[in-house]
T-cell receptor
Framework: GAGVSQTPSNKVTEKGKYVELRCDPI?????LYWYRQSLGQGPEFLIY????????DSGLPNDRFFAVRPEGSVSTLKIQRTERGDSAVYLC????????????FGPGTRLTVL | QQQVKQSPQSLIVQKGGIPIINCAYE??????FPWYQQFPGKGPALLIA?????SEKKEGRFTISFNKSAKQFSLHIMDSQPGDSATYFC??????????FGTGTSLTVIP
């Protein structure tokens, strides 16, 4: 079956612009996670959704970052007024249950802010 | 503060060798310890995971050793192959909550 998909695979933008990154989780998975992975580092937690609601957004670095999951499936990570320091690979993962024992990761979106 | 400390940063072994990657944690509330394998341009993929009620878990050529008192756990790859060359991440979580990942170990298996 289809895994977690993320679009676009690469995004290049200019400092100050707004970007949206999309995640399509595995069908039926109720839990969805966003991570940010900088070069040479492990994934860093951003936000976790259980269904449509953000159960934990403690990892969002500041109020320029926002994520939604309006119908409990697809999620969009939104970054306003992008900064060069936002450049990273943004990973999405989904899990069939709230316990999140097994997280299935997508291939990520590589964001480059010039 | 790094919740999970991973070492070494990189590792080179000959084919058939047994690379060992180590991780340490501080938060005793963690109760789930997975290892992920990541190839370039791909997302991390779950390799094997352990809970603190056992000291060892084997799945194929991969073994996790867990030392609850020392708050350490390690990954051993038996009979390593060139196809195992990848970056490996340990992680720790309190079930139902966010994962904390280590900084990764780049493994190269030389034919």
């Amino acid at each position: 079956g289809a895994g977690v998909s993320q679009t676009p695979s690469n995004k290049v933008t200019e400092k100050g612009k707004y970007v949206e990154l999309r995640c399509d989780p595995i069908s039926g998975h109720t839990a969805l996670y966003w991570y940010r992975q900088s070069l040479g580092q492990g994934p860093e937690f951003l936000i976790y959704f259980q269904g449509t609601g953000a159960a934990d957004d403690s990892g969002l670095p500041n109020d320029r970052f926002f994520a939604v999951r309006p119908e409990g499936s697809v999620s969009t990570l939104k970054i306003q007024r992008t900064e060069r320091g936002d450049s990273a690979v943004y990973l999405c993962a989904s899990s069939p249950t709230r316990s999140a024992d097994t997280q299935y990761f997508g291939p990520g979106t590589r964001l480059t802010v010039l | 503060q790094q919740q999970v400390k991973q070492s070494p940063q990189s590792l080179i072994v000959q084919k058939g060798g047994i690379p060992i990657i180590n991780c340490a944690y501080e938060n005793t509330a963690f109760d789930y310890f997975p290892w992920y394998q990541q190839f370039p341009g791909k997302g991390p993929a779950l390799l094997i995971a352990i809970r603190p009620d056992v000291s060892e878990k084997k799945e194929g050529r991969f073994t996790i050793s867990f030392n609850k008192s020392a708050k350490q756990f390690s990954l051993h790859i038996m009979d390593s192959q060139p196809g195992d060359s990848a970056t490996y991440f340990c992680a720790a979580a309190n079930t139902g909550n966010q994962f904390y990942f280590g900084t990764g170990t780049s493994l190269t298996v030389i034919p």
